[in-house]
């Protein structure tokens, strides 16, 4: 099992930055490729930036130049900066760890962050 704990969500005006945190806990991470996906409201989850085990980051079109994904694999931990935030940027943040890497059949979530930018 691995359990994931996201953080980092919240309130805030278009342009401004956040950083999402999630810490994971239980089988050995860094075996995991991680992910940040997003849901907004009557719309599909997406998966926007993912990071594997080693290699390099991807992220969806849309937010490439805004979003940068990270991990520390010595502190468990995988993070989400998200800079030049926009009102469509509202949703909920899921962090993902999917061991096979390809995202298709997430192996654990976490619960999410709202993210709610205002205009």
């Known amino acids: 099992q691995v359990q994931l704990v996201e953080s980092g969500g919240g309130l805030v005006q278009a342009g401004d930055s956040l950083r999402l945190s999630c810490a994971a806990s239980?089988?050995?991470?860094?075996?995991?490729?991680m992910g940040w996906f997003r849901q907004a409201p009557g719309r599909q989850r997406e998966l926007v930036a993912s990071?594997?085990?080693?290699?390099?980051?991807n992220q969806i079109a849309s937010v490439q130049g805004r979003f940068t994904i990270s991990r520390d694999n010595a502190k468990n931990t995988v993070s989400l900066q998200i800079n030049s935030l926009k009102p469509e940027d509202t949703a909920i943040y899921y962090c993902?760890?999917?061991?096979?890497?390809?995202?298709?059949?997430?192996?654990?979530w976490g619960h999410g962050t709202q993210v709610t930018v205002s205009s």
């Open positions: 993902a760890a999917d061991f096979a890497g390809s995202f298709e059949e997430v192996d654990y």
């Open positions: 239980g089988r050995t991470f860094s075996n995991y490729a």
């Open positions: 990071i594997p085990s080693s290699g390099r980051t």
